[in-house]
């Protein structure tokens, strides 16, 4: 079993910057692939970005590419989302996940996630 807890989250205006971290806890936590998600009001939850195990490979959505950046450090069992240039369409509960796999194309399989912290971005 993993816990993931994020934290961060807030109101920020557009063009302004957030981070969030996720602090994972459990059994290996430093092994899983993981990854953010976000899920606006009315949307379904969409992959953000996501990190492998050794942070080699990296995912990102298209809508952050070049404004956000996934990192983890595994001695402390965390992974942030660095977000800016935020835009009012970033507005979301952002989620944390861990497991499965990540490549190119996508991030896939998770079987843990947060709570989620919301990010407001005002225009």
């Known amino acids: 079993q993993v816990q993931l807890v994020e934290s961060g989250g807030g109101l920020v205006q557009a063009g302004g910057s957030l981070r969030l971290s996720c602090a994972a806890s459990?059994?290996?936590?430093?092994?899983?692939?993981m990854g953010w998600f976000r899920q606006a009001p009315g949307k379904e939850r969409a992959t953000v970005a996501a990190i492998s195990r050794r942070g080699v490979i990296t995912y990102y959505a298209d809508s952050v590419k070049g404004r956000f950046t996934i990192s983890r450090d595994n001695s402390k069992n965390t992974v942030d989302l660095q977000m800016n240039s935020l835009k009012p369409e970033d507005t979301a509960d952002y989620y944390c996940a861990a497991g499965g796999a990540v490549d190119s194309s996508g991030y896939y399989g998770m079987g843990y996630w947060g709570k989620g912290t919301l990010v407001t971005v005002s225009s």
């Open positions: 459990g059994r290996a936590a430093s092994s899983y692939t």
